[in-house]
Structure formats: C-alpha cells, structure tokens
C-alpha cells in the first residue's frame, strides 16, 4: 500500500516514487505488472495528478516502468544500475537536509568540495 507523509520534507512524487521502486526491487511488484492510472491513483492518494505522473516519468527514466499509453505503466525488471539510483537518492537526501539548515544548494556543493579536498 502506498502512503504519503505530508510532515515529511520529502516532496510526494518522491515519496511514491521511493516506495514504488522498492516495491520493484523487493518484487512485491512483478515485471508485467501495470501499475494503476495516474488519475485513480492520484484521487486515492489526495494528490494532483502531476503529481503521479511526475513520479511514473521519473520511474520510466530510471528504466523501472514503461509507459504503454492507453494500455497503462508496465512494471519492467529491476534495472542493473541501482548504485547510480541509490547514489541519486542520496545526493538528494543531502541537500534536503543541508535546505533544512538553511544552505543554498550551492553552499551545499561549496560544502562538498571543501570536505572532498577539491578546489
């Protein structure tokens, strides 16, 4: 079941989007499997509907899901790359927490550099 925490600093097409992929990943959803329309699944979260759609073109480039048009989203097999998934994930978490702090995402880099030794 999906779920938005609207406490949370995470924007919603995010948070789906982090609990989708780890249903992809875990296999608690099947290649093949297509997923539920933008606009149902928007109303049964209480959300906009570019909202979701936001979330499943995010899926789409990752290479998670794919858009079939009228015939929905398809669940694809878990892409090979997750590193580069998980270091995106990560990347952002940092500048949210460093945005919770008050730093600019450029202070945030400055921030990278300067622990990384880099000029």
Same mark, same amino acid.
């Given at each position: 079941?999906l779920?938005?925490? *609207?406490?949370?600093?995470?924007?919603?097409?995010?948070?789906? #989007? +982090?609990q &989708?992929?780890?249903?992809i #990943?875990?296999?608690?959803?099947?290649?093949?499997?297509? &997923?539920? *329309?933008? #606009?149902? &699944?928007?109303g049964?979260?209480?959300?906009?509907?570019?909202?979701?759609a936001r @979330?499943?073109?995010? /899926?789409?480039?990752?290479?998670?899901?794919?858009?079939?048009? #009228?015939?929905?989203?398809?669940? /694809?097999?878990?892409?090979?790359?997750?590193?580069?998934?998980?270091?995106?994930?990560? @990347?952002?978490?940092?500048l949210?927490?460093? +945005?919770?702090l008050?730093?600019?995402?450029e202070k945030?880099?400055?921030? /990278?550099?300067?622990?990384?030794g880099?000029?």
């Amino acid at each position: 079941m999906l779920r938005l925490d *609207p406490a949370s600093a995470a924007p919603p097409y995010e948070q789906l #989007r +982090e609990q &989708l992929v780890e249903q992809i #990943r875990s296999g608690a959803l099947k290649p093949g499997a297509t &997923l539920l *329309p933008v #606009r149902r &699944l928007a109303g049964d979260l209480g959300v906009a509907p570019n909202t979701v759609a936001r @979330t499943y073109r995010e /899926l789409e480039h990752a290479g998670y899901v794919k858009g079939q048009g #009228r015939r929905g989203t398809v669940v /694809l097999p878990p892409p090979e790359d997750q590193g580069d998934d998980d270091a995106a994930r990560l @990347t952002r978490d940092y500048l949210r927490a460093m +945005e919770s702090l008050g730093y600019t995402p450029e202070k945030a880099l400055s921030c /990278l550099k300067q622990a990384a030794g880099l000029p």
